[in-house]
């Protein structure tokens, strides 16, 4: 990549430009954990040499790290996806009654509309429940600038920031120009255990808290960047982050308030704008967030959630609808037949292997988060509960418990060191007689595959010392390990059995990469193909949910997207199915 | 609003549409005061439905577009013309690539729907059918069948043939450039020679 130079004036994506923000804001540390639609923010801020970025285990600690480097008087920021906040939450809502000393900046990217995302879920009340001021871009050139205007807000009320981006912010490119880098000088962490030392002093700090936010809510009211833009029509506009930019586009007339400090927000100057105008439209995505305050502060000529929803994300239509009554064009599914594309994994995906053989074996599931979670799609169908990074094992545990026969834990690698270890600990603790199968494909996939301690490789691809997982779980007091092959069918399910028959906790590790694992994507494969006059038309080969075995009567193999995995030809009892140059 | 060009490309995961989108909004950028782009960062999986929104001109504010309000759709595979339909303007230009990639098939099989340009054509857009995987071929390289797209589409947009030439050479490997600049001039060819199909 070639970093942009000062002046310049750039096509950005949001994280791009969120990167190139922590590089001019002077930042020295920055850790996160992978999750749509955060990655590239830390896969950027790693381009710039002068930062030291880092991908944590899991956003907790990745949090902590961050929070260490900021009071040791360093500016520090940690990325996560929404949902790493909810496991980051802990030090959150602490760290805030002591402060920090250098800036601290938490990036939360929220997912409206939850395209890639197990639920919906409005981070903005975090601020507010930890009582830490909230900054939200709406469009790239903010995306940067906010950046460091967190920082300064952090600094000046010795506070940590919460930045909430969305994944509109996030993925949208537009025109940025860029700035140079200023260094910031470091501050020193000076003992002082009356307010660091948080549960044995917390009354006082919590006191402390509440003045600082007092003096925060003081200062938004002047604060430049919360702006009005005045308009000719007498429509007023209470609006922040995308939706902002739905709104100029749908009321381009309107007088609009901007926010870009959604936390605390401005109550005088809000009461004063609404009293402005006959009505307000209150223009937030998600959860009526600003306008719950404001009536609360007994504002009520106000339009919102009445008209506007509360789930998915927002768009020009969905506001042009909500203002005018404007119906968006409906697509054409009602006139023609618009087959999906649905997920599926990928030909040559290992984990295809594990679900075939635990779909044969009839356990019960329980799944975790990452492309494994696709196994619950027929004609697999062998993945049957799944909620959030690391519940598996504790649920197959209970399962177990509440007298269930047969349970299996399924769990990725990046998945298993980010929130299993824990769980399995538990379960040797507790005497449990699970099954945990750990999908190793040596990569975090979902995400767009970057590396984890497990890979042995650092998020600039720098070889690492590799976590060995098989020690590991053996250390953890695991006696039954298997190492597995999901290619290699028999194999596969005589772990299966064996490890459900094993009487006490039992692991199985299977041991092929992802296609996209580092060093996998230019290897050469020989497909597999089709013998027509041995074939028997019994769709065997179509019943293992691989894309590259092609629907129809007579089954054929993409020769293109076949990897030669070899889980076709295992399913054929006809022998019609041959490696290419075998026939 | 109406200095602002509004684009749809859509088509199937691993065939290009982001890197096309790129390259366009790349070359919008030399040349006007404001671009947005955006599209959605599904999960890694090749294979699904990929639509990607361009809005480029003197002010741009929202980077998606209303349905129903784009200038021209462009698309690298027939259902997927269908599926964005509805973003296109009555009227408007549709570039439709000669590709019909089959669905995956989760639960019951269901066959490629047949009728696709005859439902379009009566849908009242103009349509112009890019025949660019097979010209992508003939040239020795499958992949080039996107700038064989945008070479077509270059001719329907106001923007300059030395931005296109800038940001082709710029943002193509080295090795590729000359084969991906012979792809875009047949894409010229076809977009200017073709007769555009107004229908119903
Ligand atoms: C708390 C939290 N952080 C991050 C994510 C984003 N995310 C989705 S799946 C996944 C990990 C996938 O890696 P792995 O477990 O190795 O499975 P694979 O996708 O490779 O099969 C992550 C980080 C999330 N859903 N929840």
């Not at chain 1, 395209?115 to 939200?136: G, H, K």
């Not at chain 2, 599904?42 to 990607?52: D, E, K, L, T, W």
Request: proline share 6%; charged share 20%; glycine share 10%.
């Amino acid at each position: 990549m070639t970093l942009p130079s000062p002046g310049q004036r750039v096509l950005m994506a949001g994280n791009n430009a969120i990167a190139q923000g922590a590089y001019e804001a002077g930042v020295y540390f920055a850790s996160g954990y992978p999750g749509t639609p955060s990655t590239e923010i830390l896969e950027v801020i790693s381009e710039y040499p002068e930062i030291r970025a880092q991908w944590g285990t899991n956003e907790k600690v990745a949090f902590d790290e961050a929070m260490g480097v900021a009071m040791s008087g360093k500016r520090a920021l940690v990325s996560m996806k929404y949902v790493g906040l909810n496991v980051a939450a802990d030090s959150f809502m602490v760290f805030p009654f002591a402060g920090t000393v250098g800036g601290f900046v938490v990036i939360s990217a929220d997912d409206p509309g939850m395209y890639s995302s197990q639920n919906e879920q409005d981070n903005r009340y975090f601020a507010r429940l930890a009582q830490v001021p909230m900054i939200e871009p709406s469009d790239p050139q903010e995306a940067k600038d906010f950046v460091r205007l967190a920082f300064e807000l952090s600094e000046k009320f010795s506070t940590p920031v919460m930045y909430r981006t969305s994944m509109r912010v996030s993925h949208s490119k537009g025109m940025v120009t860029v700035g140079e880098r200023s260094e910031v000088p470091a501050k020193t962490f000076v003992k002082d255990i009356p307010n660091w030392v948080v549960p044995v002093f917390a009354k006082g700090l919590r006191a402390k808290l509440d003045a600082k936010l007092a003096r925060i809510s003081e200062y938004v009211e002047t604060y430049p960047y919360n702006r009005v833009e005045e308009g000719s029509s007498k429509v007023g506009v209470i609006t922040s982050g995308a939706s902002y930019t739905y709104a100029k586009e749908i009321l381009p007339d309107a007088t609009v308030l901007k926010l870009a400090i959604t936390y605390p927000l401005p109550k005088q100057t809000l009461i004063d704008f609404c009293a402005r105008f006959d009505q307000v439209y209150v223009i937030e995505e998600l959860e009526p967030f600003i306008e719950e305050q404001l009536r609360f502060w007994g504002v009520t000529n106000i339009i919102g959630k009445d008209r506007f929803p509360h789930t998915g994300e927002f768009s020009p239509d969905v506001v042009a609808k909500a203002v005018f009554d404007e119906e968006p064009v409906q697509d054409f599914s009602g006139e023609f037949d618009l087959i999906v594309r649905p997920p599926q994994l990928c030909p040559g995906c290992p984990h295809r292997g594990a679900f075939l053989a635990l779909r044969k074996s009839g356990a019960l599931v329980n799944g975790d988060i990452g492309c494994y979670t696709l196994g619950c799609l027929p004609p697999l169908s062998a993945n049957h509960t799944t909620f959030c990074m690391g519940a598996s094992i504790g649920n197959a545990f209970g399962f177990g418990v509440g007298g269930t026969d047969k349970v299996v834990a399924i769990i990725g690698d990046s998945t298993f060191v980010h929130g299993g270890i824990q769980p399995l600990i538990d379960v040797v603790y507790n005497g449990g007689n699970t099954t945990v199968m750990i999908l190793d494909n040596r990569t975090t996939g979902m995400t767009g595959h970057q590396e984890h301690p497990a890979t042995g490789m650092t998020l600039q691809g720098k070889e690492a010392p590799r976590l060995d997982l098989v020690k590991l779980v053996k250390a953890i007091g695991v006696e039954h390990v298997q190492v597995a092959n999901p290619f290699d069918q028999k194999e596969m399910y005589s772990a299966v059995k064996e490890a459900l028959e094993y009487q006490g906790p039992s692991v199985i590790m299977t041991n092929q990469p992802c296609i996209f694992a580092r060093g996998e994507k230019g290897r050469k494969y020989t497909p597999f193909v089709v013998l027509e006059d041995k074939c028997t038309k019994c769709g065997a080969c179509q019943r293992i949910g691989c894309p590259g075995v092609l629907p129809g009567e007579v089954p054929a193999i993409d020769e293109v997207a076949c990897t030669g995995c070899s889980l076709c030809e295992q399913a054929c009892k006809f022998g019609a199915i041959v490696r290419k140059g075998d026939a | 609003m109406s200095s602002v060009t509004n684009l749809i490309l859509s088509g199937v995961g691993g065939q290009g549409v982001l890197l096309a989108s790129e390259v366009l909004a790349l070359v919008a950028a030399e040349e006007k005061a404001e671009v947005k782009q955006t599209e959605v960062h599904g999960v890694a999986q090749r294979g699904g439905s990929v639509v990607s929104h361009l809005r480029f001109g003197d002010k741009v504010y929202s980077p998606t577009v209303r349905t129903g309000t784009a200038d021209i759709l462009v698309a690298f595979e027939r259902l997927e013309a269908v599926r964005y339909g509805h973003y296109l303007k009555p009227g408007g230009l549709m570039l439709v690539n000669d590709l019909e990639v089959m669905p995956g098939q989760v639960g019951d099989f269901k066959p490629y729907p047949a009728g696709i340009m005859e439902f379009l054509t009566g849908k009242g857009f103009k349509i112009l059918e890019v025949p660019a995987t097979a010209k992508a071929k003939e040239l020795g390289n499958p992949r080039v069948a996107s700038l064989i797209i945008l070479g077509a589409l270059s001719v329907h947009l106001d923007l300059s043939r030395e931005a296109w030439d800038t940001v082709i050479g710029r943002r193509i490997p080295p090795k590729l450039v000359d084969i991906n600049m012979k792809a875009f001039q047949t894409g010229v060819e076809i977009g200017t020679g073709i007769k555009v199909s107004a229908s119903a």
